[in-house]
C-alpha cells in the first residue's frame, strides 16, 4: 500500500512496473497500491506513465521479438495439432496469450480497459491480426 506522501512520479513508476511484471487489472493493481481505480487508470494512460513501460519493456526487446517467434511457432503447431500429440497445448495457448498481452503493453493497453471491464487473456483474432499487431508495435519482421 502506498504512503499518502508518494509522489505522482513514485506512483506512476510503481503502477509501470506493477503493469509489466505481474499481468494483474489494473483494479487489482490499484487496490495494491491503495489508489482508487479510476486514479489507477489515469495514472496508466498517462504519458509518463507509458514512457516508463516503454522503457522497461525496451530492456528485453531481443527476447520479445523472440518470445514472438515463438509464440508465432506455437501458433503453428497448435494448427496442426493431432488428439494424440504429447504437447500440452494448453500451455502453449497460455504462453501466446501472454505474448499478446506484453505486445499490447508495448501498444499502450493495459490488461482491461477504461470501462472499468477486465479483458480476456487471450488475443481474439486471426494470425495475420496478431502479426500485424507485432510489426505495428515494433515496426520488426516476424521471421528470423
Same mark, same amino acid.
Given at each position: 500500500? @502506498? =504512503?499518502?506522501?508518494?509522489? *505522482?512520479?513514485?506512483?506512476? *513508476?510503481?503502477? +509501470?512496473?506493477?503493469?509489466?511484471?505481474? &499481468? =494483474?487489472?489494473?483494479?487489482?493493481?490499484?487496490?495494491? #497500491?491503495?489508489?482508487?481505480?479510476?486514479? +489507477?487508470?489515469? %495514472?496508466?494512460?498517462?504519458?509518463?506513465? =507509458?514512457?516508463?513501460? !516503454?522503457? #522497461? @519493456? $525496451?530492456?528485453?526487446?531481443? !527476447?520479445?521479438?523472440?518470445?514472438?517467434?515463438?509464440?508465432? %511457432? +506455437?501458433?503453428?503447431? &497448435?494448427?496442426? +495439432?493431432?488428439?494424440?500429440?504429447?504437447?500440452?497445448?494448453?500451455?502453449?495457448?497460455?504462453?501466446?496469450?501472454?505474448? $499478446? !498481452?506484453?505486445? /499490447?503493453?508495448?501498444? &499502450?493497453?493495459? *490488461? %482491461?480497459?477504461?470501462?472499468?471491464?477486465? *479483458?480476456? #487473456?487471450?488475443? %481474439? &483474432?486471426? #494470425? /495475420? /491480426?496478431?502479426?500485424?499487431?507485432? =510489426? !505495428?508495435?515494433?515496426?520488426?519482421?516476424?521471421?528470423?
Amino acid at each position: 500500500m @502506498l =504512503k499518502k506522501t508518494m509522489t *505522482k512520479t513514485t506512483r506512476r *513508476k510503481m503502477l +509501470a512496473a506493477k503493469v509489466v511484471s505481474t &499481468g =494483474k487489472p489494473l483494479s487489482k493493481i490499484a487496490e495494491d #497500491l491503495g489508489v482508487s481505480r479510476a486514479t +489507477a487508470s489515469s %495514472d496508466f494512460n498517462a504519458p509518463e506513465t =507509458k514512457g516508463y513501460i !516503454r522503457a #522497461l @519493456l $525496451a530492456k528485453h526487446d531481443m !527476447r520479445i521479438d523472440a518470445m514472438v517467434t515463438k509464440a508465432l %511457432d +506455437a501458433i503453428d503447431g &497448435g494448427l496442426v +495439432a493431432m488428439k494424440d500429440d504429447r504437447e500440452d497445448h494448453a500451455a502453449r495457448l497460455r504462453s501466446v496469450q501472454e505474448a $499478446a !498481452r506484453v505486445l /499490447e503493453l508495448r501498444e &499502450g493497453k493495459s *490488461k %482491461d480497459d477504461a470501462k472499468d471491464v477486465a *479483458k480476456p #487473456l487471450r488475443f %481474439d &483474432g486471426t #494470425l /495475420e /491480426e496478431l502479426l500485424q499487431l507485432y =510489426k !505495428r508495435t515494433t515496426g520488426g519482421d516476424y521471421r528470423h
